[in-house]
Antibody, heavy 126, light 106 residues
Framework: QVQLVQSGAEVKKPGASVKVSCKASGYTFSSYGITWVRQAPGQGLEWMGWINSYNGNTNYGQQFQDRVTMTTDTSTSTADMELTSLRSDDTAVYYC???????????????????WGRGTPVTVSS | SYDLTQPPSVSVSPGQTASITCSGDKLGDKYACWYQQKPGQSPVLVIYQDTKRPSGIPERFSGSNSGNTATLTISGTQAMDEADYYCQAWDSRTYVFGTGTKVTVL
């Protein structure tokens, strides 16, 4: 069965960086992308970006362009998300999810997130 | 940027039908999907490609998408369906989530 196991909770100070890991199992890792979504306390879901697990190409949400880096390691079926220059409003639960997409001429035409990790709480506080 | 708007809340009596809307410019020209999220849990995909149900999702969940509005319908709503629901679509190289709807089963 498909599983995404995320790393544990983190507490960081403003200005620091955090790296969250997501280990996949139960499917061919390079056949699906991984996306990252976060949810601040009491708020809705916010898409951060996705990475093509096959070739490492990334597509980041505009509000995260300058601060986020997503990587994958196909040898360990692991995806990582690093967020830098943390602020208090980055306090949230960070989820990884498998992204199931359709392509046309190499471009995504739609996608959905069919399996999710349990989330990693990240607290940013001085 | 592309926005998807949902009503903040929907109330429904047990056994009745709940309809949750998701509005966006020409949303019917895109594929919409829906997620259910219960308190303290990860989101779960309940509808994808407008109308399809993943394995394990009850038949009482159905979806439609036309014009500017996608709709998630829960027929014969049960107490266990009480949750937050989010729509999602792809636009201009970005995945967009709706604002979310809290469904209360009274």
């Amino acid at each position: 069965q498909v599983q995404l196991v995320q790393s544990g909770a983190e507490v960081k100070k403003p200005g620091a960086s955090v790296k969250v890991s997501c280990k996949a199992s139960g499917y061919t890792f390079s056949s699906y992308g991984i996306t990252w979504v976060r949810q601040a306390p009491g708020q809705g879901l916010e898409w951060m970006g996705w990475i093509n697990s096959y070739n490492g190409n990334t597509n980041y949400g505009q509000q995260f362009q300058d601060r986020v880096t997503m990587t994958t390691d196909t040898s360990t079926s692991t995806a990582d998300m690093e967020l830098t220059s943390l602020r208090s409003d980055d306090t949230a639960v960070y989820y990884c999810a498998r992204v199931n997409q359709a392509f046309n001429d190499g471009e995504v035409i739609y996608g959905y997130f069919d399996y999710w990790g349990r989330g990693t709480p990240v607290t940013v506080s001085s | 940027s592309y926005d998807l708007t949902q009503p903040p809340s929907v109330s429904v009596s047990p056994g009745q039908t709940a309809s949750i809307t998701c509005s966006g410019d020409k949303l019917g020209d895109k594929y919409a999907c829906w997620y259910q999220q219960k308190p303290g849990q990860s989101p779960v995909l309940v509808i994808y490609q407008d109308t399809k149900r993943p394995s394990g999702i009850p038949e009482r969940f159905s979806g439609s998408n036309s014009g500017n509005t996608a709709t998630l319908t829960i027929s014969g709503t049960q107490a266990m369906d009480e949750a937050d629901y989010y729509c999602q679509a792809w636009d201009s190289r970005t995945y967009v989530f709706g604002t979310g709807t809290k469904v209360t089963v009274l």
